[in-house]
């Protein structure tokens, strides 16, 4: 995998690209694809070794590593214009959830390396979880490199298929059902007289911490519960609960295959 390409600019991409940065990891080219000028702009400007184009698609598309980082509607679409100019021998990863690596390979079947993939917010700063599924076809030694590369910016499970929208639902959006509370504990440390850097570690340290007693003290959740007696958010729990049930059920149904 000397060479990498985009098929798409957006935060996937710009996510990657970061977490490849951080890593030292190194390719001979790194191209991508991206039709908004300013999105391009802004990726150069971050990352002034790739190379961009806002109308070509091809020099992506014939990379040793490519990654559709496109939404659903248009996935199969753009794999249509591109078909003749995947490499047999390259290693196709899709990011987008919904469409299926046999549909994938409907359109381009002289490929044999596919993959699908849900990275998370976290490689940005190599802590990423980022499971992947492989096509039956795909070489061993494909997925021993690929992993091998991934594995530089966090933890890369290799999952069944079928549990990619799931993956995709926690643990790709999982960062933003608790970012905006995170940033407002950040705020009510500093104003309760902690600073900013006391705030920012007593509550990363106090997340870790969290999820490390309820799953993994072999404590009943009632138990781990009871650890704290105080809970200012008692009264606010069952409306949070609904919350998880009703919108995260939804989003499941919407984007499985």
Same mark, same amino acid.
């Given at each position: 995998m000397k060479t990498i390409g985009f098929i798409g600019g957006g935060r996937i991409t710009l996510i990657l690209l970061q977490g490849f940065k951080n890593a030292n990891v190194r390719f001979e080219k790194i191209t991508v694809y991206e039709p908004d000028e300013n999105v391009l702009k802004g990726l150069k400007t971050k990352f002034p070794f790739i190379e961009g184009s806002t109308s070509d698609a091809t020099k992506a598309a014939a990379s040793d590593l490519v990654f559709l980082a496109l939404h659903p509607p248009v996935l199969i679409e753009s794999i249509q214009s591109l078909k003749n100019t995947f490499q047999s021998g390259s290693l196709i990863v899709s990011l987008a959830p919904k469409i299926t690596i046999e549909k994938i390979k409907s359109v381009i079947p002289q490929v044999t390396n596919i993959a699908r993939m849900n990275p998370n917010a976290g490689t940005f700063v190599n802590k990423g979880f980022n499971p992947v599924c492989f096509a039956d076809s795909t070489s061993k030694n494909i997925i021993d490199e690929f992993i091998s590369l991934f594995e530089k910016t966090g933890k890369?499970?290799? *999952?069944?298929?079928? @549990? #990619?929208?799931?993956?995709?639902?926690?643990?790709?959006?999982?960062?933003?059902? +608790?970012?905006?509370? /995170?940033?407002?504990? =950040?705020? /009510? %440390?500093?104003?309760?007289?902690? &600073?900013? #850097?006391?705030? @920012?570690?007593?509550?990363?340290?106090? /997340?870790?911490?969290? &999820?490390?007693? /309820?799953?993994? &003290?072999?404590?009943?959740?009632?138990?781990?519960?009871?650890? *704290?007696?105080? =809970?200012?958010? %008692?009264?606010?729990?069952? &409306?949070?609960?609904? +919350?998880?049930?009703? =919108?995260?059920?939804?989003?499941?149904?919407? #984007?499985?295959?």
């Open positions: 890369v499970p290799v *999952v069944p298929e079928n @549990k #990619i929208e799931a993956y995709a639902v926690i643990s790709a959006m999982g960062h933003t059902y +608790f970012w905006f509370q /995170l940033q407002e504990l =950040k705020e /009510l %440390a500093i104003t309760f007289g902690l &600073s900013e #850097i006391e705030a @920012k570690d007593s509550i990363s340290t106090m /997340l870790c911490g969290t &999820s490390d007693t /309820l799953f993994y &003290s072999e404590l009943p959740y009632a138990e781990v519960t009871n650890l *704290v007696p105080v =809970k200012p958010m %008692a009264e606010h729990e069952n &409306s949070i609960r609904d +919350f998880y049930k009703t =919108k995260l059920i939804g989003i499941y149904q919407k #984007i499985k295959p």
